[in-house]
């Protein structure tokens, strides 16, 4: 059983709010990245946060630590839950995202792997690992692993042991639901969500199979 993350991706305020109303009731948590916030603003946050899910910051922070605790601070002040950052650019980078989540009584979550093709051009050869185990140093709360090669997912499951792992992936990347639903705690889905006729239908669907599934 994996909860339901919905990636919110869409760029006008008032669709995305209408879709998260619609959605709430069959998700877990809803994840905001750069598309809606830069269109919107950070004030967005206030507007979802209101349907009582927790909020993800899918901001992938890749900086300087300073500028990284800069980033999350503003994300933790606007009433975000969660915050990703990358593994990439060094503990003292990664830790500053998690310090100031935890300040902040939030999460952070590390990515180890990403779920589009171009990713195992630089993400294999053991360097997801080593990303992980940056998370696991650090004291993040958990990774993001590719719900499209749950192989890859089940040996970063083994580096991170009982810490969170979300993946992305499934639906309009080709993830296959039931191959990684085990293997995570989380399982997020975008455009097979909002870009349905019916977001709410479809939310309910995935919830349905996530809960079921072993």
């Known amino acids: 059983m994996a ?3 919905l990636a919110l991706d869409v760029t006008d305020k008032e669709r995305a709010v209408t879709i998260a109303r619609a959605c709430a009731p069959h998700i877990d948590a809803i994840k905001i990245g750069y ?4 269109k919107a603003g950070l004030g967005i946050a206030h507007d979802i946060a209101r349907f009582g899910l927790p909020l993800i910051a899918d901001f992938k922070v890749a900086d300087i630590p300073n500028t990284n605790r800069l980033i999350a601070d503003q994300v933790f002040a606007a009433g975000f839950s969660s915050i990703i950052c990358h593994a990439f650019t060094g503990r003292d980078a990664v830790q500053a995202c998690v310090d100031s989540a935890h300040k902040n009584n939030g999460e952070c979550y590390v990515v180890a792997e990403m779920s589009h093709p171009g990713a195992t051009e630089f993400f294999h050869g053991g360097i997801a690992e080593r990303l992980a185990q940056v998370a696991l140093v650090c004291g993040a709360d958990g990774i993001i692993a590719p719900a499209t090669r749950p192989e890859r997912a089940k040996k970063l499951r083994a580096v991170v042991g009982e810490k969170k792992i979300y993946a992305p992936g499934v639906g309009a990347q080709g993830g296959d639901l039931q191959a990684i639903t085990s293997v995570v705690d989380g399982i997020i889905v975008g455009r097979a969500i ?13 919830s349905r199979h996530c809960k079921e599934l072993p």
Not at 35 to 38: A, D, E, F, H
Not at 194 to 206: H, I, T
């Open 194 to 206: 909002y870009e349905s006729g019916n977001p709410a239908y479809a939310a309910a669907e995935f």
């Open 35 to 38: 598309p809606l916030v830069l």
């Open 3 to 5: 909860d339901l993350i």
